[in-house]
């Protein structure tokens, strides 16, 4: 899109949601890289009349390990400002007084104050079958909707949509999905900034933030 419809559109928004991995940084062991022209897209969007809020479907880390990282690469961020799964999932669980059994990561545990599994391997996915299975009404609740492999540094890896859709098909049940891309996960977002959908500017890959000319 040409940067002049930007600077077109933006005055009538109040606020932009930005994705994360993949649009600010790529991952990697080391705990990734900016993609170049991000941090300082960033800082632009937060120096203008903007509202500014990052969505993530990390489930590796919680938000304050997660928001420590994307400040030691120089973006402007703090824990208030990100949307996540875990805490979402938290929310939902206590509204309907429900005690879950865990397939997580070990470092979005504290998200959830409680024990949960070893991260993901054959034995952890087959005791959360073995669960479900068990229940005369079964739910499983699934921390967004995960392309089927993420990029690294050192390549492609399997991501946990694997396992939603292994545990989908061996139970016959339907994963809720709590993150992106769930309208309600959203929409809380939304609440959060106090502003109508029509308001708003969503990120995409392909958006060069650089371009736009902001106020």
């Given at each position: 899109?040409?940067?002049?419809?930007?600077?077109?559109?933006?005055?009538?928004?109040?606020?932009?949601?930005?994705?994360?991995?993949?649009?600010?940084?790529?991952?990697?062991?080391?705990?990734?890289?900016?993609?170049?022209?991000?941090?300082?897209?960033?800082?632009?969007?937060?120096?203008?009349?903007?509202?500014?809020?990052?969505?993530?479907?990390?489930?590796?880390?919680?938000?304050?390990?997660?928001?420590?990282?994307?400040?030691r690469m120089?973006?402007?961020?703090?824990?208030?400002?990100?949307?996540?799964?875990?805490?979402?999932?938290?929310?939902?669980?206590?509204?309907?007084?429900?005690?879950?059994?865990?397939?997580?990561?070990?470092?979005?545990?504290?998200?959830?104050?409680?024990?949960?599994?070893?991260?993901?391997?054959?034995?952890?996915?087959n005791d959360?079958?073995?669960?479900?299975?068990?229940?005369?009404?079964?739910?499983?609740?699934?921390?967004?909707?995960?392309?089927?492999?993420?990029?690294?540094?050192?390549?492609?890896?399997?991501?946990?949509?694997v396992y939603?859709?292994?545990?989908?098909?061996?139970?016959?049940?339907?994963?809720?999905?709590?993150?992106?891309?769930?309208?309600?996960?959203?929409?809380?977002?939304?609440?959060?900034?106090?502003?109508?959908?029509?308001?708003?500017?969503?990120?995409?890959?392909?958006?060069?933030?650089?371009?736009?000319?902001?106020?």
């Amino acid at each position: 899109m040409a940067a002049t419809s930007w600077e077109n559109s933006v005055k009538s928004l109040k606020g932009v949601i930005l994705d994360m991995c993949g649009v600010l940084y790529d991952a990697g062991e080391d705990g990734g890289t900016p993609i170049p022209g991000s941090v300082e897209a960033v800082k632009r969007l937060k120096a203008s009349d903007l509202q500014v809020r990052f969505c993530t479907n990390e489930t590796q880390a919680t938000r304050e390990v997660f928001v420590a990282k994307l400040q030691r690469m120089g973006f402007d961020i703090c824990v208030s400002e990100v949307f996540s799964p875990a805490p979402a999932a938290v929310a939902v669980l206590k509204e309907r007084g429900l005690r879950p059994h865990l397939l997580v990561y070990d470092g979005v545990v504290p998200e959830f104050d409680r024990d949960a599994a070893e991260k993901f391997s054959y034995q952890n996915l087959n005791d959360a079958f073995r669960v479900l299975i068990g229940l005369e009404k079964p739910v499983l609740f699934s921390l967004g909707r995960p392309r089927k492999y993420y990029k690294e540094d050192e390549g492609l890896n399997l991501d946990v949509g694997v396992y939603m859709k292994a545990l989908e098909y061996a139970c016959d049940v339907e994963a809720e999905v709590i993150g992106k891309p769930d309208p309600m996960f959203f929409q809380k977002v939304l609440d959060d900034m106090g502003i109508q959908s029509q308001q708003l500017s969503v990120s995409l890959p392909s958006l060069s933030l650089p371009s736009l000319s902001l106020p």
